[in-house]
């Protein structure tokens, strides 16, 4: 049974540019949580979708937006990107929260 | 603002010892969670805890949660090689159902 599958793994992108990141939740998930982890931190949490909406969201500007498909897979857009969007971008999915999330390997950006 | 604070931020030891590291918040958590994460991947689930004073063990790891639901900590018998991580404690908060909230982590080094 295939985990949280992210795709890509790695990005370089420049500064003011564009990007789109993809997750696809493990199988029978249908919650998707997206965290941001900058070297030597924890993960900070961006926004969860569920039915296709975005039910929370955390402290993070407008130019982070995201999707969910109605086959609960999602995607993450980052727009006017800056330096210090530079980070790991994890994908997590759950089907009930109190059993935890499933994390995928995550995106490794990078903004030059 | 909720804030979790782990200690100790590095623990380095040899095979064979023991250790625990700690997760502390000023808030009441409805449940918490620890992770453990290695270079590269997402973070892997370990543990969730929900009752105040519960303990819970996977093997060698004993997991407690404090009675007033603000502190929990993680104790590992026996340290091995593979325990070597970045160990994460994450807890949800009253009203805020899947937003985790992240610790900086606990980066634990176990040489042979």
């Known amino acids: 049974d295939a985990g949280v599958t992210q795709s890509p793994t790695h990005l370089i992108k420049t500064r003011g540019q564009q990007v789109t990141l993809r997750c696809s939740p493990k199988?029978?998930?249908?919650?998707v949580s997206w965290y941001q982890q900058a070297l030597g931190q924890g993960p900070q949490f961006i926004f969860q979708?569920?039915?296709?909406?975005?039910?929370q969201r955390g402290n993070f500007p407008d130019r982070f937006s995201g999707h969910q498909f109605p086959n609960y897979s999602s995607e993450l857009n980052v727009n006017a990107l800056l330096l210090g969007d530079s980070a790991l971008y994890l994908c997590?999915?759950?089907?009930?929260?109190?059993?935890?999330?499933?994390f995928g390997s995550g995106t490794r950006l990078t903004v030059v | 603002t909720q804030l979790l604070e782990q200690s100790p931020q590095f623990l380095s030891i040899q095979e064979g010892e023991n250790l625990t590291v700690y997760c502390n918040s000023s808030s009441v958590f409805s449940s918490l969670q620890w992770y453990r994460q290695e270079p590269g991947e997402g973070p892997v689930l370990l543990v969730t805890v929900v009752t105040g004073g519960e303990v819970k063990k996977l093997k060698r790891l004993t997991f407690q949660f404090g009675d007033a639901r603000k502190d929990s900590s993680l104790h590992i018998t026996a340290a091995q090689p593979g325990d070597t991580g970045l160990y994460l404690c994450?807890?949800?908060?009253?009203?805020?159902?899947?937003?985790?909230?992240f610790g900086k982590g606990t980066k634990l080094s176990v040489k042979p």
């Open positions: 994450a807890g949800e908060f009253g009203g805020s159902q899947g937003n985790l909230i």
């Open positions: 979708y569920y039915e296709e909406e975005e039910r």
């Open positions: 199988s029978g998930h249908d919650t």
């Open positions: 997590a999915s759950s089907a009930d929260t109190y059993y935890g999330y499933t």
